[in-house]
């Protein structure tokens, strides 16, 4: 009888920038869209995402946050950029999952903060590639002031169907 792998298939998304160093957003702003090549090779594959990992730093004067929003995944690129203020009509159809992220899930130290989400998987189907964006609700801006070195990154963990 051969080992038993129960999380054989789990992927890391891996290591992803929103938002960088200098790159001011506000509240109800949207991050910069970044893509994510989610595909095994050249084929598109579905699967989800079954728990989500959200990093805010400082390697400058700024604070450590725990910045509040909704991350936006979706099936084409939005084309949005840092301080957007709203996605255009014919981008909201291609969202296929959204994840909120609340102050009190963040657990922070003088260095830096960690919020991990389980509970809330995304489901995608067949695509070479997700599309990201937050929208930050937080009243606190992240990369307000000059030396303002704040960024906020994110990973996850997938399983691919096919």
């Known amino acids: 009888m051969g080992l038993i792998k129960p999380f054989d298939g789990i992927r890391e998304l891996g290591l992803t920038e929103l938002i960088g160093i200098n790159e001011q957003v506000d509240q109800n702003d949207y991050s910069a869209s970044v893509e994510v090549d989610v595909s095994p090779g050249s084929n598109p594959a579905s699967g989800v995402i079954h728990q989500w990992m959200f990093y805010q730093t400082e390697d400058g004067s700024g604070a450590i946050l725990s910045p509040a929003g909704t991350l936006f995944i979706l099936d084409a690129d939005p084309a949005v950029a840092n ?80």
């Open 83 to 162: 301080g957007d203020t709203a996605l255009a009509a014919a981008e909201w159809v291609t969202v296929v999952g959204t994840v909120d992220v609340l102050a009190g899930d963040w657990i922070t130290d003088a260095n830096g903060s960690v919020a991990v989400i389980k509970d809330q998987p995304v489901y995608f189907h067949d695509v070479d590639s997700l599309f990201f964006t937050f929208k930050l609700t937080s009243s606190t801006s992240i990369n307000s002031a000059a030396g303002d070195d704040e960024q906020l990154e994110f990973n996850a963990e997938m399983q691919l169907y096919s």
